[in-house]
Nanobody, 126 residues
Framework: QVQLVESGGGLVQVGGSLRLSCAVSGLTFSSYGMGWFREAPGKEREFVAVITWSGGANYADSVKGRFTVSRDNNKNTVYLQMNILKPEDTATYYC????????????????????WGQGTQVTVSS
């Protein structure tokens, strides 16, 4: 049974930082790309960042230069370091595992991800 569990969300002021974690079990973590998505009330789920199994990364334009995705294969965990947070970053953040093993495709589409966590709320107050 594959499980993805996010943590690290919370309330932060504008300009602050948070680090989200996503602990993965039930699959060979080191063989799969991992994505981060977010969903704000009334909006569609949108791509935030992705890291491939081999360490390649891609970011949404809205977070480029502020967010950093990383992974620790020894801990089966993917991270999202979020700096210089803005009110528009307020959303529920989800991690997801690519449905393709050993893929270097930096997918930005939710349909390319098979397993999802339950989400963690990030609220940025002004």
């Amino acid at each position: 049974q594959v499980q993805l569990v996010e943590s690290g969300g919370g309330l932060v002021q504008v300009g602050g930082s948070l680090r989200l974690s996503c602990a993965v079990s039930g699959l060979t973590f080191s063989s799969y790309g991992m994505g981060w998505f977010r969903e704000a009330p009334g909006k569609e789920r949108e791509f935030v960042a992705v890291i491939t199994w081999s360490g390649g990364a891609n970011y949404a334009d809205s977070v480029k230069g502020r967010f950093t995705v990383s992974r620790d294969n020894n801990k089966n965990t993917v991270y999202l370091q979020m700096n210089i947070l803005k009110p528009e970053d307020t959303a529920t953040y989800y991690c997801a595992a690519d449905r393709r093993r050993l893929s270097n495709f930096l997918s930005v589409f939710p349909r390319d991800y098979e397993y999802w966590g339950q989400g963690t709320q990030v609220t940025v107050s002004s």
